[in-house]
Each structure stands twice: as C-alpha cells, then as structure tokens.
C-alpha cells in the first residue's frame, strides 16, 4: 500500500531564508508524487510532480523537489521564501495499480513565513 | 482555459437532510475525483469516475454516493447528513486514469452541517 508522511506539521522561516519541507513515502511499486499548496479558503495547486524521468523535479513559484529512492524521500525545497509562500503543503503519493486515480496525501505542512 | 468548477462553494444543512454537489471538470478532461477535507481527517479520497462508471471507492459509508454523466460533469450526493460530514469538499480532474496525469482541484464545497 501506497503511503506519505510529512515530518513535519508546522515549519517557520524569515522571508529570504530557505525552505525544506520534509516527506517520505512508502510504495509497492515505482511511485508517481506530487507536491500541492493549498492557500486559505482556495483549492489545491500542483506545485510539481515527479513520475520516473528526472529525479530532480522543478516546479512553479521556485520550488523544486528530489526524488531519493534510498531515502524513500521527496523533500520540497525553495532556495528563498517569499511572503507567499505562506500557505499548507500536501505531499501526495498516486494510489498505484488498479487506484491510478486515486491520491494518497500526507498531513500537511503549515508554512509560516515571517517578515 | 477555465478550471474546475463546483457548485455552490457553501451550505448550511441540518443533521438527516442530503445534499447533492457538482463538478464540473475542465474541458477534455474525462476523470474526475471527489476529496473529503476535514481538520481532523486531513484530505481523503471518495471515489473516482471515468466514462460514467465508479472505477475506484474509498472508504466512506454508502451514505455517500456519486455519479458521472457523459459530458463528464459529475455530483456527489451525501444523504441522511451527520455532524461529521461538515468539511471542505474537492472535485478534481484529470484526461485519464494514468497514475502520471496531473489531477487539477476546483475551489471546493464548504458544507456545515447543523
């Protein structure tokens, strides 16, 4: 069975600084992940997916993420965060053979960025 | 381009009435997913339509159900509504049921159930 856990519930960081945002996932199989934001009272957005290319993913507003079979990870990063960056990330792993359409998220991690 | 659309983007019903939500997907696209987001429950999956038919279930009761017409808009239907079912609602969809297609959320259905 297809799961993620997101290490982390809450991260804060000063505008300009880094982001890490931690998760690992559990698979059966060769995983399709995805990182989605979700800002208050909106809808989710993908940010990036990976599904088997490059291990290094980018994807919108900065953001990047890379792939670690070893590790079983998927860490989002940002080199410098910006105001709005504030919102709730979900990493999401597909549900696999016979559930493709199905998305397994994690918890969700409550980014705070601070002026 | 216009994205998904669901509708209404809030309700207020009472415990034992139903309630019916919509989705429409984006052009093209002939998958569409519901989600259950709650603060307790975090973001779950309902169920997925392909082609007018259930392809995939999650782990609900029968209270709540779904269906997809042929132009891919679908509803989700939520009878005999109990106080746990107050929580944000996500459609989404995507052109297939290929586990690499990205799955694109409308805004969501905030129902309350009191």
């Known amino acids: 069975a297809q799961s993620v856990t997101q290490l982390d519930s809450h991260v804060s960081v000063s505008e300009g600084t880094p982001v890490l945002l931690r998760c690992n996932y559990s698979?059966?199989?060769?995983?399709?992940l995805f990182w989605y934001v979700q800002h208050p009272n909106k809808g989710l957005q993908l940010l990036l997916k990976?599904?088997?290319?490059?291990?290094l993913v980018k994807g919108i507003n900065g953001f990047e993420a890379e792939f670690k079979k070893s590790e079983t990870s998927f860490h989002l990063t940002k080199p410098s965060a910006h105001m709005s960056d504030a919102a709730e990330y979900f990493c999401?792993?597909?549900?696999?053979?016979?559930?493709?359409?199905?998305?397994?998220f994690g918890q969700g991690t409550t980014l705070q960025v601070k002026p | 381009k216009a994205g998904v659309t669901q509708t209404p983007r809030y309700l207020i019903k009472t415990r034992g009435q139903q309630v019916t939500l919509s989705c429409s997907p984006i052009?093209?696209?002939?998958?569409v997913s519901w989600y259950q987001q709650t603060p307790g429950q975090g973001l779950q999956f309902l169920f997925e339509?392909?082609?007018?038919?259930?392809?995939n279930k999650g782990n609900f009761p029968g209270r709540f159900s779904g269906r997809q017409f042929s132009n891919s808009r679908s509803e989700m239907n939520v009878s005999t509504l109990e106080l746990g079912d107050s929580a944000l609602y996500l459609c989404?969809?995507?052109?297939?049921?290929?586990?690499?297609?990205?799955?694109?959320f409308g805004p969501g259905t905030r129902l309350t159930v009191l």
């Open positions: 989404a969809s995507s052109l297939s049921l290929s586990s690499t297609d990205t799955q694109y």
């Open positions: 698979s059966s199989y060769s995983p399709s």
């Open positions: 990976y599904t088997s290319a490059a291990t």
């Open positions: 999401v792993v597909s549900g696999g053979a016979g559930n493709t359409g199905k998305l397994i």
């Open positions: 052009s093209g696209h002939r998958s």
């Open positions: 339509y392909f082609s007018e038919t259930q392809r």
